[in-house]
Nanobody, 123 residues
């Protein structure tokens, strides 16, 4: 599976962005997906995850109520709608996929990773 993340950019606090993650190579709907982020000098952290059908989602407390994860299996694409962005959301955002039913918040559970897209939120 190859994953390509896009949609990052420089925005002001309070603005919105939508990230996309396009999958190719294998059947997208076979994979549970997630978004992670890594700020400079910090470890990679969980942001959100979504089940294969899209029916189940989970969010980190820091983004709950502001971010929405979704997927379109017909388009082999996952999204992260980010609203009310804050400077502390500044990071490189990565999409990831995993084939097994394992911890969705642990980066080591994921088999495939996109290259990352930079989100910078100015105050």
């Amino acid at each position: 599976v190859q994953l390509q993340a896009s949609g990052g950019g420089l925005v002001q606090a309070g603005d919105s962005l939508r990230l996309s993650c396009v999958s190719s190579g294998r059947t997208f709907s076979d994979y549970r997906m997630g978004w992670f982020r890594q700020a400079p000098g910090k470890e990679r952290e969980f942001v959100a995850s979504i089940s294969r059908s899209g029916a189940n989602t989970r969010y980190a407390d820091s983004v709950k109520g502001r971010f929405t994860i979704s997927r379109d299996n017909a388009r082999n694409t996952m999204y992260l709608q980010m609203n009310s962005l804050k400077p502390e959301d500044t990071a490189v955002y990565y999409c990831a996929g995993r084939a097994t039913y394992s911890s969705d918040t642990n980066p080591s559970s994921y088999d495939y990773w996109g290259q990352g897209t930079l989100v910078t939120v100015s105050s």
